[in-house]
């Protein structure tokens, strides 16, 4: 089911003369987790903030949800939660104090508040400080404190900007397990940042942004093999015969490269079961053999490098 | 679509006052639990308690009848203070609404709680006048609950109740101050808008305060003077002048409120204005206005006040719409 949540149609935005974001095509599923991925500066909080009419379309079209959120921003507003960039709350207020106000202004009936509110902080994990004052704590709390308001708000869509962007390893692995979690229950997701290694493990599918322009899209294998190339490279560590012989002579293998004690094999497909059957079968012994996944990391460096060359 | 397209449909659904109840509860409780609030609170009546104090030590003494006596206790400057009741909130209702207002809608920005706020079903519109509405409304309890005291020791210590029309003119008074609270509160949050930091509007709101009490009755009158012929031939030269230096006192809302108020609190006002000797010819000194006459003759100056308040604020609005939320 590719039912859109999120349309973007040649949408535009300009600062003067320049293109902050410049006429992109973009589409969101439902419950789907799509990640927004380039540098500062590349237009993904401008996006974002035209997405939800917080800022003024120079051009193009956005449907949220089947609203404009130029014309009905009250409608898309009501339907998508929002996590800005290093959220803030009202730091003399309690964290339940905070969301009470948020279920005020969306006009939560408060015979309903009460039990959504509590069942939103259980959901992230702050319920035992749900009447500690904000001011006390830490920026990963704060940014599930966001997440709960979004779980309170029942949304269909989350918009979350930078969300692990500052929080420690631990921290940024709870807040991912709570961005599954709202997949989990049917949100779509749309993400943006610039850490790719984190993103790459929560997102379907991602976009690459540069310069205003969505550079590439697709599934992270999708855009590996777009940027690195086709093929699919594994690591063979052994000992004891002439490895690198033994492993050119496999079927499909494209390239073997040294790394440190290790070999790289470029193939067009697995071929680590026909390499440990050779090397076993020359005489050698086998220390480690693995499967090299193609990095996000990998493709945005690649890319980013042949723009600059192309420049 | 063509973009004139676009734009025809720029209407936006939906009612700009969404939301304005929870903003204005909020402000309002926020306020009221405030340190600053308490520190105001303490300011407000440390500053008129001492000129009501010995107003009303001046006033025991006062033999010869007098049937607004209830209302000389805002208005009579005693002897050793040397600054009435109304003066004294000349100084001090400005200052406690640019402590309102100077870091409301800036202070959002600076704690990164706008746009998640703005991303609410909620239109910029319903958060500024929340907010506005919501300090003025503290403004108005802490100057009732001043009010009140004012009274209530006017009772106790001169031992005889106000009267009816003396009652209706404090309450005028009480309307005419709020509204010079919110020409300042407007002020203040039309500067919370425009700087990102908190002591610059702060600065910025007091500094004007400071230029219309101190600097501007200097500026006007030499304004005045400026225009002023060599030789004065006529005395409709005579009287021009001194409207011309009248008119740009009025520019300052203090001078509103201070010719509100002794219009509303002294019935004996018979007019605001430049008059000559002459024009007075016929009428019974120290006579008091009815109440309706008085009204009639602070009008002006109340319309003034609030419509500098609702410019001031529109121009808030304005600049606060094509703010863009971002950090």
């Known amino acids: 089911m590719a039912e859109n949540v999120i349309e973007a149609r040649g949408l535009l935005k300009l600062y003067g003369s320049q293109r902050a974001v410049d006429a992109i095509d973009l589409d969101i599923q439902r419950g789907e987790i799509f990640g927004l991925l380039g540098p500062n500066g590349a237009g993904k909080t401008t996006t974002i903030l035209m997405m939800l009419g917080l800022s003024e379309i120079s051009g193009g079209t956005v449907n949220v949800l089947g609203f404009n959120p130029v014309r009905e921003p009250l409608e898309v507003k009501r339907r998508v939660g929002y996590l800005p960039d290093a959220v803030g709350f009202y730091d003399h207020l309690t964290a339940r104090e905070n969301l009470a106000y948020t279920a005020r202004l969306l006009a939560i009936p408060r015979s309903q508040s009460g039990r959504r509110i509590m069942e939103a902080l259980e959901s992230v994990t702050l319920a035992d400080v749900a009447d500690k004052r904000v001011a006390t704590f830490s920026r990963g709390m704060r940014q599930r404190l966001g997440i709960a308001e979004i779980v309170m708000k029942q949304a269909e869509v989350a918009i979350l900007d930078e969300p692990t962007s500052g929080l420690d390893p631990h921290a940024t692995f ?13 949100v779509a997701v749309l993400l943006s940042s610039h850490l790719l290694d984190r993103v790459q493990s929560v997102c379907d599918r991602v976009a690459l942004f540069n310069k205003g322009k969505i550079a590439l899209m697709g599934t992270v294998v999708q855009l590996a093999n777009q940027v690195l190339g086709a093929g699919h490279p594994i690591l063979v560590e052994a000992t004891g015969t002439d490895v690198a012989a033994a492993l050119r002579g496999i079927e499909g293998v494209q390239n073997v490269a040294a790394e440190g004690d290790a070999w790289r094999v470029t193939a067009d497909r697995d071929v680590r079961a026909a390499a440990a059957q050779r090397i076993v079968s020359a005489g050698g012994s086998l220390t480690r053999l693995a499967d090299l996944q193609p990095s996000l990391e990998e493709v945005y460096t690649r890319y980013f490098q042949e723009a600059r060359h192309a420049a | 679509m063509p ?51 010995f107003a009303l030590q001046d006033l025991r003494n006062v033999v010869i009848s007098d049937p607004y006596l209830f209302l000389r206790i805002f208005t009579v400057a005693p002897e050793r203070v040397g600054l009435s009741f109304i003066v004294a909130l000349n100084f001090v209702i400005p200052l406690m609404a640019i402590g309102l207002g100077f870091d409301s809608v800036n202070s959002e920005f600076n704690r ?88 610059t509007s702060a600065l910025c709101a007091l500094g004007l305060w400071l230029f219309f009490l101190i600097l501007w009755p200097m500026i006007a009158s030499a304004i005045t003077l400026g225009f002023a012929p060599t030789q004065i031939t006529s005395i409709d030269q005579y009287t021009s002048l001194q409207e011309l230096g009248l008119a740009l006192q009025r520019l300052s809302p203090g001078t509103l409120f201070s010719e509100a108020v002794v219009g509303l609190l002294n019935p004996e006002t018979r007019t605001l204005s430049f008059v000559l000797p002459i024009q007075m010819r016929g009428a019974i000194p120290e006579a008091p206005l009815p109440l309706d006459q008085s009204l009639l003759l602070i009008w002006p100056q109340v319309t003034g006040l609030i419509a500098s308040m609702i410019v001031v604020f529109a121009a808030a609005y304005v600049v606060f719409q094509r703010e863009e939320v971002r950090a």
């Open chain 1, 174 to 186: 709870e807040l991912l397990e709570m961005i599954r979690g709202l997949k989990r229950s049917g």
């Open chain 2, 3 to 53: 973009p004139s397209a676009a734009h025809g449909a720029l209407r936006r659904a939906g009612s700009p006052f969404t939301g304005l109840g929870p903003v204005f509860m909020k402000e309002l409780s926020d306020h009221l639990s405030s340190v600053r609030m308490s520190v105001l609170t303490l300011f407000v009546i440390a500053f008129g308690a001492l000129p009501v104090a």
């Open chain 2, 112 to 199: 990164r709680t706008l746009s998640r706020v703005l991303s609410q079903p909620i239109y910029r519109d319903a958060l500024l006048l929340g907010k506005f509405l919501g300090g003025l409304a503290t403004l108005a309890v802490a100057l009732v609950a001043l009010w009140l005291i004012v009274l209530g020791s006017g009772l106790l210590l001169l031992g005889l109740p106000p009267r009816g029309v003396e009652v209706a003119r404090g309450v005028g008074f009480l309307i005419v101050a709020i509204a010079y609270g919110g020409v300042w509160l407007a002020v203040s949050m039309f500067f919370s808008v425009i700087f990102r930091s908190t002591a």
